[in-house]
C-alpha cells in the first residue's frame, strides 16, 4: 500500500516559473525524501528530510516538512525544460523500506 | 563508478511461466532492495536483503514471489506462474549500509510483460 499522496497528480508550467509539489502521509515517519524519475524508470534521489527538521536546500530544491499536518512540499525555483519528470515522495519509518506515493507529473515547457 | 545494474531491460513471457529477473547492486554496497511499480503508480516494496540474508520480505504479494542473494552481491527475483497481474517494472536498489538514511540508488528497472 502507498503512504503519500502528492498533490497535483500532474503539473505544467514554463521555464523560468517555479514548481510546487506537495505531499502527504498517514504514519508517523524518520525522514521524508523526494525522488525524480524520467520516462517512467531510473528514480534518482534529490533530497532527504528527517524528521526533526523542517526546511531544507539543496541547489534550486527547497524541501519542507511539517510533520503535525504529516505533510512536505518540494519547490524547484527557475524551472528548466530539463526538470520535466515524476516526482515521487517516499517516507521511512521504523524500517528501511521506503513507502512512495502516485506521484506528480511536472512539465516543463520551454 | 558503475551504478545499479538489472538485466534483462525488457521481458515478455505467457502466462504460467517462470522468469528471473537480475540485480547487480554497487560494488561494496550491503543492503539491496526490490520494489513494483505499475504503471501510473509509485514504486512498492517487495523484499531488502542485508547482505545475504531477507531482512524484510513482507512486501512479497504471495508464495509465487522468492528472491535470492547467495553470495552477499547479485541478486535474483524469482517469479514462478506468472500471472497477467505480475506485469509491471521491477525495480532494484542498493544502499552502502542499510541504514535509515542512507541513500538507496536504483536501477533502470526490467519491464516485464506477462501475455
Known amino acids: 500500500s502507498q503512504q503519500g499522496e502528492e498533490d497535483p497528480q500532474a503539473l505544467s508550467i514554463q521555464e523560468g516559473e517555479n514548481a510546487t509539489m506537495n505531499c502527504s502521509y498517514k504514519t508517523s515517519i524518520n525522514n521524508l525524501q523526494w525522488y525524480r524519475q524520467n520516462s517512467g524508470r531510473g528514480l534518482v534521489h534529490l533530497i532527504l528530510?528527517?524528521?526533526?527538521?523542517r526546511e531544507k536546500h539543496s541547489g534550486r530544491l527547497r524541501v519542507t516538512l511539517d510533520t503535525s499536518k504529516k505533510s512536505s512540499s518540494l519547490l524547484i525555483t527557475a524551472s528548466r525544460a530539463a526538470d520535466t519528470a515524476s516526482y515521487f515522495c517516499?517516507?521511512?519509518?521504523?524500517?528501511?523500506?521506503?513507502?512512495f506515493g502516485k506521484g506528480t507529473k511536472l512539465t516543463v515547457n520551454p | 563508478g558503475a551504478g545499479v545494474s538489472q538485466t534483462p531491460s525488457n521481458k515478455v513471457t505467457e502466462k504460467g511461466k517462470y522468469v528471473e529477473l537480475r540485480c547487480d547492486p554497487i560494488?561494496?554496497?550491503?543492503?539491496l532492495y526490490w520494489y513494483r511499480q505499475s504503471l501510473g503508480q509509485g514504486p512498492e516494496f517487495l523484499i531488502y536483503f542485508q547482505g545475504t540474508g531477507a531482512a524484510d520480505d513482507s512486501g512479497l504479494p504471495n508464495d509465487r514471489f522468492f528472491a535470492v542473494r547467495p553470495e552477499g552481491s547479485v541478486s535474483t527475483l524469482k517469479i514462478q506462474r506468472t500471472e497477467r497481474g505480475d506485469s509491471a517494472v521491477y525495480l532494484c536498489a542498493s544502499s552502502l549500509d542499510g541504514y535509515l538514511t542512507d541513500t538507496q540508488y536504483f536501477g533502470p528497472g526490467t519491464r516485464l510483460t506477462v501475455l
Open positions: 517516499a517516507t521511512q519509518g521504523g524500517s528501511e523500506k521506503l513507502v
Open positions: 528530510i528527517r524528521s526533526n527538521e
Open positions: 560494488s561494496g554496497h550491503t543492503a
